[in-house]
């Protein structure tokens, strides 16, 4: 156990919506959470280095791994949202909400190969496929897990 990372018990409460920008970054507080929790030991169903978090990860040109050496030091998000300024592939402030704009609109319903999957999905939530963004579906699921868990 890292005692320098505080952050959510994720057995107990969501990690924060996708939708949270840090520094203008979709993702990062989510993912954010889930390290801290992951270090923590008590990140509870949640994943980190997960295909989410890599959709940041890959935007950025980093690895988990290292964004999780980061993180293990203790750094607050902020200082995370100026690393990720600072590591992988270069992007101004106008790509990074373009990019996160674009991943907050996914649908992906829209996108054969993952249609099925995502159905599967939002269905015990009564959501449309066609209208749920991946967000939308993640925030509702969270809210799920926690009012059964309540």
Not at 23 to 39: N, Q, S
Not at 40 to 48: P, S
Request: glycine share 8%.
């Amino acid at each position: 156990m890292n005692d320098k990372v505080k952050g959510k018990d994720l057995t107990k409460e969501a990690p924060r919506s996708p939708r949270t920008r840090i520094g203008g970054y979709a993702i990062l507080a989510r993912t954010y959470d889930k390290c801290c929790a992951l270090i923590a030991g008590n990140i509870g169903e949640y994943h980190f280095d997960c295909p989410l978090d890599n959709m940041l990860f890959g935007f950025k040109g980093v690895k988990g791994d290292d964004f999780k050496a980061e993180v293990e030091k203790g750094v607050s998000d902020q200082e995370m949202a100026k690393w990720l300024d600072t590591h992988g592939d270069k992007k101004t402030p106008e790509e990074v909400k373009a990019w996160s704009d674009e991943v907050e609109a996914t649908n992906p319903y829209n996108n054969p190969e993952k249609r099925e999957w995502f159905e599967e999905q939002v269905k015990p939530h009564g959501l449309d496929p066609a209208k749920t963004t991946l967000f939308d579906w993640l925030e509702t699921d969270d809210k799920a897990s926690y009012q059964k868990a309540a």
